[in-house]
């Protein structure tokens, strides 16, 4: 099991994203996440903020946590498939049953996977373009 890093270059790529795809997958594997805006990414926010069982702030951050139901995923899912080349949202924390498995960082050009198989880690990797930045680390 490692870690599993990559960068997705939004400036080289077409309006198709990863996103819809892996997301179609992965989703269902989570049970809750934390949403990080910055604090003027007001319609970021605004959108996130209906499905926040909690919300604290930290530095220039709102961070909502939720548990992952029916609507929220359809929210992640479809709001950043609908012509969006960037996930509204600055960061995204998933986990399932209180264990961190992902984050996706910077709007979505950066996401860690944390103890994942390599086998895994190869499916995660087709749905990127062959230029994306990939590092598996045992």
């Not at 960068?7 to 989703?27: G, I």
């Not at 139901?69 to 996930?87: A, F, T």
Request: aromatic fraction near 16%; charged fraction near 25%.
């Amino acid at each position: 099991m490692g870690n599993f890093y990559i960068k997705y270059d939004t400036t080289l790529q077409s309006n198709e994203t990863y996103w819809f795809p892996l997301m179609t997958e992965l989703l269902p594997v989570f049970t809750e996440v934390e949403v990080h805006c910055r604090e003027d990414e007001k319609e970021a926010i605004y959108k996130i903020k209906p499905y926040a069982h909690t919300i604290r702030y930290e530095s220039s951050f709102v961070i909502f946590t939720m548990p992952l139901n029916h609507r929220l995923k359809d929210l992640l899912l479809y709001e950043v498939s609908e012509g969006n080349r960037v996930i509204p949202w600055f960061r995204l924390v998933f986990k399932r049953n209180g264990s961190h498995i992902c984050t996706v960082k910077q709007h979505g050009t950066e996401l860690f996977f944390y103890q994942i198989s390599i086998e895994d880690a190869k499916e995660i990797e087709s749905y990127f373009p062959e230029n994306t930045t990939i590092e598996y680390m045992e």
